[in-house]
């Protein structure tokens, strides 16, 4: 039997572009939702032309950003300026249980989708709104791109080797924060649903998304008053728990209690009645000179001498991987993190897979494990517009006929 996900059966309309709101899409997907991907005609989602790297194929050329969050989904072209485009999107959304956009504030009202508008259209529809920076306050109308929200936000602040060189995190994280909590959002809305028999609107952004998930960073500030700052690759809270330089190398260890510090002075032979040493507070206070005693007795060895020694202390340490490195490790392909699909020009491709799984209670997993591959622009506009002019398909249900949706399962 076929694992088809949580959300089987829910139909999502996906009208978002770029990243943030195709994450979220993707993650409904991964769940088994159906999503319906609504492209501008005009060359469709931006991220279809952002590259290198890009892959040539005798049909044109695939983006592999795109390719990164849209599987699961299918395409179908709509000038939402045209009537004819807007008559085809209200037909999806009297049929939908989700709409994903992350248009600028405003934009889909003036398309004449307002929040109102869409309730009468079909109130039972859940939306979900991704923004830059809120939908109101003083600054909600500016548009939302990654690197812009990481340094509003504070992220960079805290990113880099000190406070002299901010930096963004190496992937846009804004994006995908976003996307997350969005997805969790809809899901909660969804629940709620079964309660009310209403949708409501769900909103996100990326400036919430970043603030949000400050944790002890935002704490340091609200409640103790201090400005956090970037310090590179070591915690600013506990010692030693960070990357320490060793012979050809670097090995990182977490020592986050006591009882591992204990352990880790014993194995490498520092001294346990150091007062700089004496407990985590100190560590702090004396971590510079903690980094270089560390460093000099890690010297000698390389990273897989060090990394045998501390898992033989059962000390917390890893080493630094590339990617090629990850997505060639067992582990992560233990847990479905690279997952085969089938791409109509590509032909066989791998992308990173959902972070999730699904199991019953007596451990048979459930979760979804076959995946469709990113759509080619307008792939799907034949056989939504037939599912559509089906009769048999209710208004209003938020239900389908999965059979007749052209999709790949």
């Known amino acids: 039997m076929k694992n088809e996900g949580p959300l089987s059966g829910k139909l999502v309309i996906d009208l978002s572009r770029a990243l943030a709101g195709p994450h979220a899409g993707m993650m409904l997907g991964d769940l088994g939702a159906r999503v319906i991907k ?7 989602d931006d991220t279809r032309g952002w590259g290198p790297p890009f892959i040539d194929t005798p049909e044109g050329r695939e983006s592999t950003y795109f390719l990164s969050c849209n599987r699961n989904k299918e395409s179908i072209r709509l000038d939402l300026k045209d ?24 934009t889909l009202d003036r398309l004449g989708f307002d929040p109102v508008s869409l309730a009468e259209l079909n109130p039972r529809l859940v939306v979900l709104s991704i923004s830059g920076f809120g939908h109101d306050g003083p600054e909600g109308h500016r ?9 509003e936000a504070g992220l960079m602040s805290l990113t880099g080797s000190g406070p002299d060189d901010p930096q963004r995190v190496g992937v846009p994280i804004g994006d995908v924060l976003a996307g997350i909590h969005g997805a969790y959002g809809v899901l909660a809305a969804l629940l709620e649903r079964e309660r009310t028999g209403r949708g409501q609107v769900v909103r996100t952004s990326l400036l919430s998304s970043i603030v949000s998930v400050m944790a002890f960073q935002g704490t340091r500030w609200t409640v103790g008053g201090e400005v956090p700052q970037a310090q590179g690759n070591h915690h600013p809270s506990i010692a030693p728990y960070g990357l320490f330089r060793c012979a050809g190398g670097a090995v990182q260890i977490a020592v986050g209690s006591e009882g591992l510090w204990r352990r880790f002075a014993a194995e490498f032979g520092l001294p346990l009645d150091d007062e700089r040493w004496q407990d985590n507070q100190s560590r702090v206070a004396h971590r510079a000179e903690l980094i270089g005693v560390i460093e000099a007795a890690f010297s000698d060895s390389g990273s897989e001498e060090l990394l045998a020694r501390l ?3 059962r000390v917390p340490a890893g080493r630094v991987r590339s990617l090629d490195e990850v997505f060639a490790w067992e582990q992560t392909r233990s847990q479905h993190l690279a997952v085969e699909i089938q791409h109509p020009t590509l032909g066989p491709i791998e992308v990173p897979g959902s972070p999730l799984r699904f199991f019953e209670a007596g451990g048979t997993e459930t979760t979804k494990l076959e995946h469709s591959a990113p759509p080619r622009l307008g792939e799907h506009d034949d056989a939504v517009r037939a599912w559509l002019d089906d009769a048999l398909v209710p208004a209003g249900s938020g239900s389908f006929d999965a059979g007749s949706s052209g999709a790949a399962s």
């Open 83 to 106: 009537p004819e485009g807007k008559a085809v999107l209200r037909e999806l959304l009297r049929r939908a249980d989700v709409l994903v956009e992350n248009f600028r504030p405003g």
């Open 311 to 313: 898992e033989s202390a």
């Open 38 to 44: 609504v492209e501008n005609p005009d060359g469709g």
């Open 143 to 151: 548009a939302g791109y990654d690197q812009i929200a990481q340094g």
